[in-house]
Structure formats: structure tokens, C-alpha cells
RNA sequence: GCCCGGAUGGCGGAAUAGGCAGACGCAGCGGACUUAAAAUCCGCAGAUCGCAAGGUCGUGGGGGUUCAAGUCCCCCUCCGGGCACCA
């Protein structure tokens, strides 16, 4: 120490000795800041693959949770990933912007909802920046902002041009909480998916539709090419989309007068004036018209359009059916249709089925969906389920029509259990059809059907139209105007956007808000240039983040969505390269997007067929074995721990606690290991810098000394682990278990680094590439001792480190050596010995050869790099 | 009811192609440093019997295949999720 008093301190006497994030990340932060390149993506000419990450976009509630910081932690990894094997990466980011809690937050604190939306979007682009992620946010989209908007409501007029959008009186389900429409797919457990505990009514209004059925057969074909989508959400698509194929058979309704009421197992209540009238024919939809022999009555749902023109004419039938409508209505809204008592009335009419001429039946039932099908079903009691059960309570005749092969059938020739449902089977009691099997009578009878003109083949689905109206007003409005004289007439494009009034009172409750602004709702219509009303409800906020990824490739362009050229290029083929987000998306906006990219391409806007050729679903972060919710009050904010362990650690700990894909229990506990290996990785870090940073430069020895080798050994074999869990199954929790191996084993060689056995070379090597490894997990740390390193590469840019498999490469392995399954011993033995070698040197081993002494041996399995088993009696 | 997941130490989890179960971390215990504590470092750590050497048992339960099973096959239990009268 100088005497002097007064000399100027080492250099480095400011360095901090002890890693401190709240020092170091906020130091970097500012350094990217300033950097709004830093993470852009670069131009096609750039000659790079392109690589197009994504993370689905957050609501801007005003506050990430955690379920946001795992997404984002995987995003990043992945994105930072790519950025050093080369490829030219997308990465952004954008808003959910619209949708009702603005509109809710502005009712209770009197806030305007865009000023409410746009300041927590500023206060998440925040807690983003400080987590360190790696957004180009020259690309950001704000979906509520008219820039974005306005490109919703020119593809609502494509849509509508090309009869994609219509207008429709139909039941809705109705939330009474958010006072608006809701989708089918935001209808849970018969509740509001927003208000689990809120039952959804059901109301009959004038909607606007997309006719996402037109895509219904492709939208199902093409889950089969999404290889890298998790089969559970193919599973629930393809269930959701419920494809199925059969036929629709004409059942012609009879007069009364031809059958005695004595042949009617109900009493008749028709009326006189129905005799002289021919009520025309049902058409119902079935799956197995191989068993139309078995039929014994027709069911109808009680608003089918026959059952009110039965009850026109026969006032009891129509008061029981009001009966039955208003129990149905009640059990849906309790979301107890399922489990509801099957209920029937007969009308008192019959139909003739036209394969034999036998005239059923026509009953009303609750169980029958009008919605589905054609809203009329045969009813087959022998060979269905729920008929079977129908026809027991009401006594109903029951025919059995198929039987079970006889080969096959334990019971042979005798009558199968009912219902007896298998369609393995042949036919019986089924005239011409008979002995046929039930694949080969379905394809007969339907084309039997289709010759004499009462039936065809028909494929059905239980995907609905998309209704998207909302009465709502923090929304994009739908472009379109109501005239007394042309009716309905759309927005001329030129007129787009039709803005959303700023100052609008939102208080008064009911009808869609829009609808009390006189200023918005006059208008001008476009053909006549008379007096139009303007249509005053707005869109789903699903069709914002249907497309809002395509925005991104071209996100400032004012005269179309975007530019096709860029789209083409980061899309390619196959779309996005990975997406990634929640499970509770995998109906909802997943197919929603799907069907939009589908609109999109053959609107010639695009070429690919799928908007995300990978998709990654993210498990939940859950706090003691629940949910995170402010009610269980086990909320754990990203805030606070970045607060306490910094981003680094925070973001860590959620890759490393679980697989992604699994949910994920927090533990405070965990974060703090986590911060102690930073630490360590840090102090380690630093006590050899000087000596690393001046090994730069030089080729790694020709021989090595065994620490030496031992280091490097383990750095390539941790090289390859991380690098092989990128490209494959993504479980970074044994990635970063990797790396702590590693450091482990480089603190443990803190003595013999330090007595000269391993040179500055060889340091280099393995201080670099720790540093590395650990950027996509650990950004700000990474930074920190990349720059102390001295190196000048921008981190992102620099390479993926090499796996090299020399060095990787053990030379002797311990193989196992069991007796009878049962491990004994473990020898050392050279990597790659003979077979002949391990045994010997197995039987060699004294605890071998105590464990078979006085045993014979009757087998010897040598399993070269695995084991030797020695079998002994 | 149907369709997917899942069940491994006190806890989160590892074991990628049937071959040493419990990597890595958390919590715990013992020790070092300290006047003391915190921090840090070193060590122990599935259960059980044993002073020890060592033995036995052990991946939700039961059966099976195999020299060898957390891993494959059959049956069952429990937990989570999705769908649910879709004709």
C-alpha cells in the first residue's frame, strides 16, 4: 500500500467483488436503451435463414405476471439462441389492446380507456425492458390504435364483399356481467369465460357473422401437416371442428286419417283441420343409415320448424312444448343440458320411413339440438345409446337390425347386449341390405337413397359461424351502415377507418354504447347520400389478435395490412417457426387464426397456408399446488422479485424450476439458488478474468495437462447437451443444470488453476464459453463478464460455441457389473473395450467374485459401453 | 361417460434407444470462518437393519415380458386438463 495516502486507488478497486444485479442490470438496460437497433430484425437481403420466434401477444392489463415471465424467458432463450447460430431473427412484440376491462377501469375510475390502455402498455413495455428481453420494438403493434384497427375493418369488407360476413338473427349467448354477446368458444361450463361464475342467457339478436365453416374441411385436413403442434390441441381442434360424415334421409310426413287411433301407443290430438293438409316431409341427419331398419320413431328438437306448425294446429301439443323449451332454456343456462332428463311428446303425427314403408312416430324431444344436423334424428333405440334409453322410459318399440359378426361374437346368433353399437357387424331385418356389414350397408343405403331421391351423403360439423358483433365500445367498429332506402350498405374503403369517438360516455348501462352517440350513429349512406345509421357494435377482439403477427413483418405500413413480399419472407411455407403461449388458447385464437390465414391467402394476400408451423404451450405457474389468483391471494409479483434477485435470476428460475411444458410451482427459495449460482459463476468469473482475458488469442495447447483436459472435457460435453436441448425437447431446466455442473467442476479446479496446471488459453476457452451458454438465460450477467472479458463482438452476434467431440470424449468409462440384476461392482475400464475385456476384468473383481462364489454361472451378458450381468444359479 | 396428460426422496425435478434410480437445485443436518450472527466455504443426506463392513427394500397399486423395467405389455387407483345428449 502506497504511504502517500493520497494515491490513486487500482483500477479496478471500484469493481464490485460481489454480484449485485441491482448494480450491474440496470447499467445495461440503459446501454441497450439506447440501442434501439440492438434486437431489429434484419432485411431479407441480409442473406441469413430467417428465423420468425413469437410469443402470443399480453393484454396490457398494466402489470406482467408470472405466467408472463415464463413466456417470455422460453421466447427470449429460444430467440437469443438463433441469433448466435446465424439466422436472422423476429422477434416482437405487441398489445392486445381492446377489450373490457378498459371499458370497466374507465367506469370505475373515470379514466378514458385509451388513456387507461395506452399508460399500461407503457408501464408493461417497462417491465419488459428491464427483464431484458429481446423485442425489436420498432415492429410493436397496438391493436387498439386506428393504425391497426382500421385494417380489421378492411378485411370485414373483403370479407363481406366475397359473402364471407353476414348479418343473422340468432340465439346468442349472452353474458349479463360484460352486457355483450359472447362467441360460442367464450362460452365455458355454460358460463362467461371472462365471469367463470356468471351463466350465459341466451337471446335472440341481429349478429354479424364470419362464415368460418367454409374453411370447416380444410381447417380440419390441415392439423394433420402441424407436426410441430402439441397433439393435445390437434386433439381438441379436431374435436372442436367435430367433422362427421353421413347422410341426410326424407321421411315424408302422413296424414292422420290413414292410421286408427288404435295403432297410435299415445293418444291422438290432431286436430280436424291438420287432416286436410299434407305436412310435407322431415329431413333428418344420421350416421348409420345402415341401421334405418331399426328406426321407430323420429325425433325432433322442439324448435323445429315442423313442431311449430304441428302446435299451430293443436294447442295442448303447443303449451307442452312450451314446457319443454323453457325447461331447455333454464338447463342450459346452469349448464345442465347434459345431464338432463330426457323428456318426449308425441305429436300425434307419423312419418314414413322410406326404406320400408313403416310409418313412425314423430315425437318432440329435448335431447335432440336443433343446431346440429338438421335438427331431426331417427330414432334407432336398438343401436344407440341415448334412443335406447328414450325408448325405455316411453316404451318405445325396439328392433334390433345388426348383429355381431359371428366369428367374432362370444354369443353366437344370440341377441347382443343393448344398445348394441359396434360397426362391426352385419346386418339383419334390413330387406335387400341383409347380411351386408355395416360400412358396406352405409354406402349402399345412401346410394339406394340418392337414386330415388329421397337422400344424400352429407358431411356435417359442430363448428359454428363466427359471431363477432359485440355491444360493446372499446372495440373496432364494424364498418357498415344501415339505410332506410338501400339497406344495409358498407363503409366505402375509402372512408376507413370509421374512427371510435374519443369522448364518449360509457356509464349508462345497456345496448351497445356507440348506439347514445349521435355523432357517430349519423351518417351519410354512400349510394343515395341519404340519412344511415351506423351499425354501433364492435368486433370480437379476437379478430385483433387473429392476424396481428402478419402486422409485425410490416408493421407502419398506412396503405395495406401489410406488404405481401414481407410477409412471404417471414412467413416462407410453413409460417411463424415458433410459436409460443398458453394452452387456454388452443381453440379460441388458435383456430381463429387459422381460419384468417386461410381467408388471407385466398385473398392473395399471402402464400402459406398456417400462420405457426411450431407451437409450444407453456405450462402454469401455480404457487402451493394453486392457480396464482388475487383471490387466493398467492399472487407473486415479477416486480418484487426482480427487486430482490434481479431479472436474471427471476427469469432463470422459471426455466429452470419445471420443463416448460409443465406447470410450474414458485418457490421464493428456488430464486434464491438461483441468485447464489449467479454469485458464484460471478465471483468465479472474476477471480480468473485477468488470466482468461489474456489467454484471447491463442490456439489451446497441443497437449493438455488433466485438469486441463478434465475442463474442456466437461465445457464441450456441456456444449453438446445445451445445444442438443435447443434443436430437440426444450428442457431447459436441464440445460441450466448443465451449467452448473460445469461451473461446479471449474470452482472445484479453483486450487490448480491457481497453482498454474491450466493455462490462459485454456481459461479463455472456458470463460467464453460459459459466457455463451448462459446469454440466452442470463442476459444482463452475461453482458457484464462478456465486456470484462474484454471482448467487442456484440454478445447476440457472436457464435454459438462449437461442440467439439475430441475433447468431448472420455477415455475410460465405469461399467456396471451386476450378478443376477443386482449391481456389485462398478470397473474402469478404456472407452470402446471388447466384450472380451469387460468380462474379464468384471470376473476379476473381488466383489464379483465374492458375490458368485460357489455359484455357477450359467450366462454372461456383456453389453459393450453398458454393463456385464453375470446370471448365476 | 369419452379423449389427453401425470404420479419418482422432506420439496421442485433428473434418468433423450430397456442397462449404475435420485443429476441439478431447494429445504435440512454436521463442520470451518466469526466475539456472535448473516453471508460464504467444506462435508452428509431415499427408507430400513447394522458400531462398522455390508445387507434388505425402493419410481401410485397388482400382474406379465426380459439376463435386466421408472422406461415395454395387461389390469386397477388417484390427481390435473379438455370434450360432453353432436345423432
Redesign the pocket.
Known sequence: MSSTGNASAPENVTQELRYNPAEIEPRWQATWDAQPDLYAAESPACGKPKYYVLEMLPYPSGQLHMGHVRNYAIGDALARHQWMRGYNVLHPMGWDAFGLPAENAALKNNTPPREWTLSNIAAMRRQMARLGLSYDWQREVTTCLPEYYRWNQWFFLKLYERGLAYRKKSKVNWCPECATVLANEQV?DGCCWRHEETPVQQRDLEQWFLRATRYADELLRDLDKLEGWP??VR??QR??I?R?E?ALVDFEVQRKEKFSPADAPVTLRLNERMREEAPGKITV????IDTIYGATSLQL?PEHPMVAQFCAADSVLGREVQVLLEQQKSAREKDA??T?E?IGIFTGHYAKNPFNDELLPIWVA????LD??T?A?MSVPAH?A?DYEFAQKYNLEIKIVILPRRAESAHEGAEPLLPYTEEDSLLINSGPFDAMGCEEAQRAMTAYAAEKGFGKSQV?F?LKDWGISRQRYWGTPIPMLYCEKDGIVPVPEAQLPVLLPEKIDITQQGGSPLSRVPAFVNAICPKCGGAARRETDTMDTFVDSSWYFYRYTDAKNSSAPFDSAAAAYWFGEQGIDQYIGG?EHA?LHLIYSRFWTKMMRDLGLIKNDEPAHRLFTQGMVIKNGAKMSKSKGNVVSPDDMIARYGADATRMYALF???PD????W?E??V???S??L??VYRYALSTMPRAASGRGQALPASLTPTEQKLLRKLHQTIR?IS??FE??W?F??C??AI??LV?DL??AEPEITAGSVRDSVLYAATRNLILLLQPFAPYLSAELWSLLGETTPLLRASWPAFDAALAAEDTI?I?V?V?????A?ITVPIGSAEELLRSTALAEEKVQAAIAGKEIT?V?V?PG??V?L?VR
Open positions: 365455458v397433439e393435445k386433439t381438441m374435436n372442436w367435430g362427421s353421413g341427419f344420421t350416421t348409420r328438437a343440458f347434459g338432463l330426457k329435448n335431447y335432440v339440438l346440429y344436423g335438427g334424428v344407440d341415448r356435417t359442430r394452452v381453440i424450476a419445471a420443463p409443465r406447470d410450474l410451482d418457490q427459495d428456488g434464491a439458488g438461483i447464489r449460482f454469485s458464484r447437451r442438443n436441448d430437440g425437447r428442457h431446466n436441464t441450466i443444470a452448473m455442473e461446479n470452482i472445484a465405469g456396471p451386476q443376477n440384476g443386482k449391481l456389485r462398478v450366462k451378458i453389453v453398458k454393463l450381468n446370471v
